[in-house]
């Protein structure tokens, strides 16, 4: 099983329209999750931290579930510029120091 | 404020040469770590180093491939005798310690072996 799992879409909404991205993991002991962005041929950026009472950037909403091991990603009011890949993100079996990376999701935005 | 620097961009070696990459970590990070990503897919560990340590090097090929970050001057990811498997995106990420806001990545060398 593979330590960060993601559907890898792609996804295509509509300019304006709610968008979700789950995430399972497989390391239960995983104490930090991030979600990160990745536009085609450029590095990948943090877009938010996932703590465990959810926590919200603007058009942007993410949630941990730790008894199933899962997070998620919500996007509301999409925008063209939010065409990317997203990135689900724990920390790794061996330790903190070490973050997994899942193999992303693709969002396209329809205008 | 310059960002984690890493060069060169992009990387042309023909097989059997040698490819060294080079990350510089952002000013006060003493922390960096090396990720290879393979055409269409996620990123993968390689290594993780602090000043003249290797902290955990579990994801790096056990042949070719080696890592430093010495005392003065970049990190250098190494790899020996290329072949064109090893054609990838190679991004370095640095933080102050430990990863608890996450890590900052560099641009990337594009490493094509022809």
């Known amino acids: 099983r593979k330590e960060v799992e993601q559907d890898p879409g792609p996804f295509n909404v509509p300019e304006g329209a709610t968008v979700a991205f789950n995430c399972t993991y497989s390391?239960?002991?995983?104490?930090?999750f991030f979600w990160y962005r990745q536009d085609c041929r450029k590095e990948p950026k943090l877009l938010m931290s996932?703590?465990?009472s959810g926590n919200e950037d603007g058009r942007f909403t993410a949630q941990l579930n730790r008894a199933s091991q899962y997070i998620s990603l919500l996007i509301r009011d999409s925008k063209l510029s939010d065409s990317a890949t997203y990135l689900c993100?724990?920390?790794?079996?061996?330790?903190?120091?070490?973050?997994?990376f899942g193999q992303g999701t693709r969002l396209t935005i329809n205008p | 404020n310059a960002g984690v620097m890493q060069n060169p961009r992009h990387l042309v070696r023909r097989r059997g040469q040698e490819a060294r990459l080079r990350c510089s970590p952002m000013?006060?990070?003493?922390?960096v770590y090396w990720y290879r990503q393979l055409p269409e897919e996620g990123l993968k560990f390689m290594v993780y180093?602090?000043?003249?340590?290797?902290?955990?090097e579990s994801g790096m090929p056990k042949e070719r491939f080696s890592a430093e970050f010495p005392k003065e001057g970049p990190s250098i990811l190494r790899i020996q005798q290329v072949v064109r498997g090893d054609s990838a995106a190679y991004f370095c990420?640095?933080?102050?310690?430990?990863?608890?806001?996450?890590?900052?990545f560099g641009s990337g060398t594009r490493l094509t072996v022809v």
């Open positions: 000013k006060g990070h003493s922390h």
């Open positions: 993100v724990v920390n790794g079996r061996e330790g903190a120091q070490k973050l997994v």
């Open positions: 390391n239960s002991a995983s104490q930090s």
């Open positions: 990420a640095s933080s102050p310690a430990g990863i608890l806001n996450g890590y900052t």
């Open positions: 996932v703590y465990s």
């Open positions: 180093l602090q000043k003249e340590n290797i902290i955990d």
